[in-house]
């Protein structure tokens, strides 16, 4: 199994993988972002990602103290001074989230008061990485073509494994 809570991985993987690495590691964001455990989750690392995917960056923040996340995050000189920051409200939480681009990625940094482990980002991608793995390439290849015609990563795997509510039922595998 990968070890998805560092992006090694990455320098072996597909092109658009070692590129995605080769940007994370050359602004060394993983660096500047380790007081926040940051994970990339997403479908980069599980290769169903599609042109114009984001690389997300979750991390574990606490709201209570994001003025120094938000300080940070600017004085680290990868993010643009103008980026806009959001405070959508999931399952009842306020997050963060910041988006970008780095170079030829655009990239989604979200931020939420949970061990970056315990996020749905990374437990769907855990998931998905499973379900990838026991169906196969004409699996992942259908999935990529949902994704292609815009579903989203849950909804797709719901589509082709018949779930009721994909971003709870996956979370259950």
Do not use: W
Request: charged share 30%; net charge negative; proline share 5%.
């Amino acid at each position: 199994m990968i070890d998805f809570t560092r992006i090694d991985y990455l320098k072996t993987g597909n092109e658009r993988q070692k590129r995605a690495y080769e940007v994370l590691i050359k602004y060394r964001v993983f660096e500047k972002l380790k007081l926040y455990s940051p994970i990339l989750a997403g479908t980069v690392p599980i290769e169903i990602d599609i042109a114009g995917s984001d690389l997300d960056l979750i991390c574990e923040v606490n709201l209570e103290f994001e003025e120094e996340f938000l300080d940070d995050l600017m004085f680290s000189k990868f993010i643009p001074y103008d980026v806009e920051v959001e405070y959508p409200i999931i399952n009842g939480e306020k997050c963060i989230t910041l988006n970008f681009i780095l170079e030829e990625f655009p990239i989604e940094i979200f931020g939420q008061n949970k061990p970056t482990t315990q996020q749905n980002a990374y437990l769907h991608m855990i998931a998905e990485h499973k379900i990838l793995q026991e169906k196969g390439e004409e699996f992942k290849h259908k999935i990529i073509e949902l994704k292609k015609q815009g579903i989203k990563t849950e909804p797709a795997f719901g589509m082709l494994m018949n779930l009721e509510n994909p971003y709870e039922d996956l979370l259950k595998l």
